[in-house]
């Protein structure tokens, strides 16, 4: 990993995966998979869509990751929610990027 990809990790950091995952139960998630889609509801009027094709790696989801955080209305947990589903999706340990 780069020096971006790590600044990227150590700021979404911030709260264990446990608490992720209730999140992702949430009934009105800002995160979810749709379709063939993981689709991020930035603000109520914009979603960000990415092809779930395109997240089989850990390296495909860390470079999706560094791309989502130059989104204005990105939030760390967003991102954080997006590596879990991303993760889930991929058959990939989430705690090789949560930790």
């Known amino acids: ?9 150590s ?9 992720l995952m209730a999140d992702l139960q949430d009934s009105n998630p800002d995160c979810k998979i749709d379709g063939n889609h993981i689709v991020l509801r930035l603000r109520p009027d914009y979603e ?3 092809l779930l094709d395109l997240c089989n790696t ?7 990751v560094v ?3 130059c ?16 993760c ?5 340990d989430a705690s090789r990027f949560l930790t």
């Open 1 to 9: 990993m780069n020096d971006q990809e790590m600044n990227t990790l």
């Open 11 to 19: 700021k979404i950091n911030t709260c264990s995966i446990d608490e």
């Open 48 to 50: 960000f869509e990415v």
């Open 58 to 64: 850990p390296e495909d989801i860390l470079s999706w």
């Open 67 to 69: 791309k989502m955080s």
């Open 71 to 86: 989104l204005r209305s990105i939030t760390p947990r967003l991102i954080q929610k997006f590596i879990l589903t991303a």
């Open 88 to 92: 889930s999706h991929a058959e990939i």
